[in-house]
């Protein structure tokens, strides 16, 4: 009978990890332990107590000696021992490349800076094609060389007379720009019933934020969390983000991106939201109204009345919901249709693929 015989796997002598082989399973170990160093050191150890993946040449203790060396982790307030280290700026933008790389590996790269259209036109990347010039038209648009060329063929090189008709400009591609506002969802139901749902959420939101800022720098990127309430954070605060005793208070959140949306100038806006429930929480005067069970009618009102806010304010809300329980398919199918967004109810590990799909159309 043919067949497979397992074994127990041996370790050859000679497979032990070096500097970049260990940098890549700390980067894992800060993602889930939300960029606390010491217990990142204390996990890293202990794998390497269990499978042996260093040798005398170069321990963990080798390892962290260049970590700092390298510009990845610094002394907190303190001696420099392992529990007060700290991440650097360097280590926090390592991370954010190598979660875009992770999530968006497989899909096609585009073009720095901008979004292309089919159309051309009063843009910002310029052609060498050349039209007639408009009113209205840039003047440093006008290609000098070529319009004096025009006014010498039509009158004569002995007399410069140079008219509007005479003018050409180089034409430009028509480029969108879009402000985004990245909603993520911190409350308790992410790491509810021992499923790690924030993990994925933080290292998506690390990922979209790096592709942005890298390849899409004149789009622009707000980053909001949300639990009983809303609020900003930064791009250096991605990995550091924590899930607290919190219900979901979604209409905050959204009242927030619109806020922040309002302020931006150009006319392309959208709402990214990753989570996991439905909304059980609103702020009713100085305090909060709470209900964590089913679908509360007067929470629920409250959600799809800002969804249809945002319809009429032209910003389209792409909801990224995973879990796929009745009830919150519900509430999500309702979301979407009073917003006229869309919806995607995903597992945790294709949620990157979504969020940058969606992106890109």
């Avoid at 796929?324 to 109810?345: C, E, I, M, R």
């Amino acid at each position: 009978m043919i067949g497979w015989r397992f074994r127990r796997w041996e370790p050859e002598l000679d497979q032990t990890a070096g500097f970049e082989d260990l940098l890549e399973i700390f980067q894992q170990l800060l993602m889930h332990t939300a960029g606390n160093v010491s217990e990142a050191i204390a996990w890293l150890t202990e794998l390497d107590r269990t499978y042996q993946f260093t040798s005398d040449d170069y321990s963990i203790s080798d390892f962290i000696d260049d970590l700092i060396e390298k510009g990845y982790l610094k002394p907190g307030k303190g001696d420099g021992i392992p529990d007060e280290l700290l991440l650097t700026s360097r280590m926090e933008v390592h991370m954010r490349k190598t979660a875009l790389d992770d999530i968006f590996d497989e899909l096609s790269k585009s073009g720095r800076g901008d979004h292309d259209t089919r159309y051309s036109g009063k843009g910002d990347e310029e052609t060498s094609e050349l039209r007639p010039f408009e009113f209205g038209d840039d003047p440093e648009r006008i290609d000098m060389p070529a319009s004096l060329k025009n006014a010498m063929r039509q009158r004569g090189i002995h007399k410069i007379d140079l008219r509007q008709e005479d003018l050409e400009v180089r034409e430009t591609y028509y480029k969108t720009q879009t402000s985004s506002v990245l909603m993520i969802d911190i409350s308790h139901s992410m790491i509810l019933y021992g499923e790690d749902r924030i993990t994925p959420a933080r290292k998506v939101a690390m990922a979209l934020s790096e592709f942005i800022t890298t390849r899409y720098p004149k789009d622009t990127l707000d980053i909001i969390v949300f639990g009983d309430d809303a609020w900003q954070v930064e791009l250096k605060d991605l990995p550091y983000l924590k899930v607290g005793p919190y219900h979901t208070n979604t209409v905050a959140g959204l009242e927030l991106a619109t806020n922040i949306l309002r302020k931006r100038k150009n006319p392309n806006k959208q709402i990214l939201m990753i989570t996991d429930g439905k909304p059980t929480c609103i702020k009713q005067g100085k305090g909060y109204y709470k209900n964590p069970f089913g679908l509360d009618r007067k929470i629920l009102n409250r959600t799809l009345s800002l969804a249809h806010k945002c319809k009429k304010a032209n910003i389209p809300i792409t909801t990224f919901m995973i879990a796929t329980d009745p009830w919150l398919v519900d509430f999500v199918d309702q979301f979407t249709k009073a917003n006229a967004g869309k919806a995607y109810y995903s597992s945790i590990d294709r949620l990157g693929e979504f969020i940058f799909k969606n992106y890109k159309k």
